[in-house]
């Protein structure tokens, strides 16, 4: 092997997505809506069973609108789950609201209920409740949306699913991203699939998901003249990102058997190795792995995870820390906090570690990784 870079996650085109942009050449329909977009719409709605979708310029746009839309305003505060990338958490700042962060669990690495549960009777005390709830589905393995749902649902308050990694995953059958009162997918260019940069944001409540498309086109008036009544965003995916979209959902499924089959490399290399043990797979769901994760027991493996990180860049390979939580976050530092007895999500943090799941690394790339990681772990 050379020095070709190993990557953790990078684009990965099949093939179809020129042809479509292409198309949109063709007819001219460059910017800023066109057929691209209704048809891409139209493939997330099919595969995730849906009924109404909006193709956005990012994921972020998708969880600003949707809690935009829920009303969420100064003052509020909105629940959020902690481990996660900022960029669920940001939008609600976006909107003069206060993020207060719950703890994962460890069997999903997600919102832990029994936290959730503990924020909404601290809450519910001083009289004042969220105005919603931003769930992660982290890395692609969903939180355990039956258990988060019933306690939402009990106390009336709305869920934003956010689905950006978790796109082709299920639990319990049905499609990640389709349980809460909206859900964002991502399709930012490390993403399981990538329109160079978009999201979109998707609901069973047709009404919801107009509001959302007048929201990311500037919040026009039905009139002849430009008219608005409230803010806006221009938010909308061009019809070009969209041709690449397009492609990119014909090869989805594909693309969650190849970060499966990465996944499975890996547990299988480790599995005689005390102290390094996968992230969970929850029974009865499918994690579509858009990285593979591991964490690195102290206790029985004399190295840290960063130093894992170090000698594997020797080599050109990209690992990462898993995500920073929100809660240790300069920027959070005066937000509240609700973990279980434990501060599971730092501890995911401090032992966590992700690795080359790049569709496009050849075996031979991956036994590679496998054996630097072998050597560094002796
Ligand atoms: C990538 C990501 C987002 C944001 O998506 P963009 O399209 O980059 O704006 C939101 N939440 C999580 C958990 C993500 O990983």
Not at 115 to 137: M, S
Not at 242 to 268: D, H, P, S, W
């Amino acid at each position: 092997m050379g020095n070709q870079k190993i990557h953790l996650s990078s684009p990965h085109m099949g093939g179809t997505e020129e042809k479509y942009v292409q198309e949109a050449f063709d007819t001219n329909w460059i910017a800023p809506l066109g057929n691209n977009v209704n048809e891409f719409e139209k493939q997330v709605k099919s595969y995730t069973g849906i009924r109404a979708a909006c193709a956005l310029s990012s994921g972020t746009a998708g969880i600003h609108i949707a809690l935009d839309l829920l009303g969420v305003k100064q003052g509020d505060i909105v629940f959020c789950s902690s481990l996660t990338f900022i960029a669920s958490a940001n939008p609600i700042l976006y909107l003069g609201a206060e993020p207060v962060f719950i703890d994962s669990d460890l069997e999903s690495w997600n919102m832990s209920p029994i936290a959730l549960e503990k924020a909404f009777k601290a809450y519910e005390k001083k009289g004042q409740l969220p105005k919603a709830v931003v769930i992660v589905n982290l890395y692609g393995q969903s939180a355990k949306m039956d258990e988060l749902m019933a306690i939402c649902d009990k106390y009336e308050v709305a869920v934003v699913e956010d689905a950006a990694e978790s796109l082709g995953s299920k639990y319990k059958g049905r499609m990640s991203g389709t349980f809460g009162k909206f859900g964002i997918f991502s399709f930012n260019g490390n993403k399981i699939i990538t329109t160079s940069g978009g999201g979109m944001i998707i609901s069973d409540d047709k009404e919801l998901i107009k509001k959302s498309l007048k929201k990311a086109t500037q919040s026009r008036d039905q009139a002849k003249h430009y008219q608005h009544s409230e803010v806006g965003y221009n938010y909308r995916l061009s019809n070009i990102s969209a041709g690449i979209g397009r492609g990119q959902m014909e090869v989805l499924n594909q693309r969650v058997e190849q970060k499966r089959t990465i996944f499975n490399r890996y547990a299988k290399a480790f599995e005689n190795i005390g102290g390094i043990e996968p992230m969970p797979e929850m029974e009865n769901t499918l994690h579509n792995r858009w990285l593979s994760v591991f964490t690195i027991g102290s206790s029985e493996l004399d190295i840290r995870p960063s130093e894992i990180i170090e000698y594997l860049a020797k080599f050109h390979i990209e690992t990462r820390p898993v995500w920073k939580p929100m809660h240790m976050q300069p920027l959070f530092e005066d937000c509240a906090y609700f973990s279980e007895d434990e501060d599971n999500a730092k501890c995911l943090f401090e032992n966590g570690i992700c690795l080359p799941s790049d569709t496009k690394m050849t075996e031979g790339e991956q036994i590679s990784v496998i054996n630097r990681m072998l050597e560094v772990l002796k």
